[in-house]
T-cell receptor, first 115, second 106 residues
Framework: SQTIHQWPATLVQPVGSPLSLECTVEGTSNPNLYWYRQAAGRGLQLLFYSVGIGQISSEVPQNLSASRPQDRQFILSSKKLLLSDSGFYLC??????????????FGAGTRLSVL | KNEVEQSPQNLTAQEGEFITINCSYSVGISALHWLQQHPGGGIVSLFMLSSGKKKHGRLIATINIQEKHSSLHITASHPRDSAVYICAVIGVQFYFGTGTSLTVIP
């Protein structure tokens, strides 16, 4: 069966520090991968999605970047965190082959506080 | 104006009641998702719809493409259904509703 791992669960970082959040998927090949953010009191926002190794699409301009160094690994990064980067970050995957927007399976999320 | 509007924003129900959450959207879409976010933050995808109706246990989701409207129904609601329900549509990009917070009281 497929599983998705996301870590860490919580993170407190100072403004200006770097960020690296990792997400890995097991039990499937060539998944579509997604990074979402949910800011306090606001809805979900899609940040990045990837349909293959090295293929990253950005939905909104921001202080963050994403990379997919391996088929089932998706990394969210920042060189210098801003206060506005605080939020709940979710990784998700869906089956390859269908349109982006297949049923998605979510990780447990990382709650990031930038102080 | 948001591309996806959900109603109501908050809903409190007695255990056993029939619940309806509505989602209206203003963009052309290829699919619509209903998501459930638990109090701890974890998200589960409930349905993906492009037409008609889907049923899973006590949950039913319908979509009317012409009217650009979808509903999520919960029959015989239970306290464990308490969560935030989020409507998301897939058009040229993803658009999300702000969610409906449901509390089911025993």
């Amino acid at each position: 069966s497929q599983t998705i791992h996301q870590w860490p669960a919580t993170l407190v970082q100072p403004v200006g520090s770097p960020l690296s959040l990792e997400c890995t998927v097991e039990g499937t090949s060539n998944p579509n991968l997604y990074w979402y953010r949910q800011a306090a009191g606001r809805g979900l926002q899609l940040l990045f999605y990837s349909v293959g190794i090295g293929q990253i699409s950005s939905e909104v301009p921001q202080n963050l970047s994403a990379s997919r160094p391996q088929d089932r690994q998706f990394i969210l990064s920042s060189k210098k965190l801003l206060l506005s980067d605080s939020g709940f970050y979710l990784c998700a995957w869906s089956d390859f082959g269908g349109p982006v927007g297949n049923i998605q399976y979510f990780g447990a999320g990382t709650r990031l506080s930038v102080l | 104006k948001n591309e996806v509007e959900q109603s109501p924003q908050n809903l409190t129900a007695q255990e056993g009641e029939f619940i309806t959450i509505n989602c209206s959207y203003s963009v052309g879409i290829s699919a619509l998702h209903w998501l459930q976010q638990h109090p701890g933050g974890g998200i589960v995808s409930l349905f993906m719809l492009s037409s008609g109706k889907k049923k899973h246990g006590r949950l039913i989701a319908t979509i009317n493409i012409q009217e650009k409207h979808s509903s999520l129904h919960i029959t015989a609601s239970h306290p464990r259904d308490s969560a935030v329900y989020i409507c998301a549509v897939i058009g040229v990009q993803f658009y999300f509703g702000t969610g409906t917070s449901l509390t089911v009281i025993p």
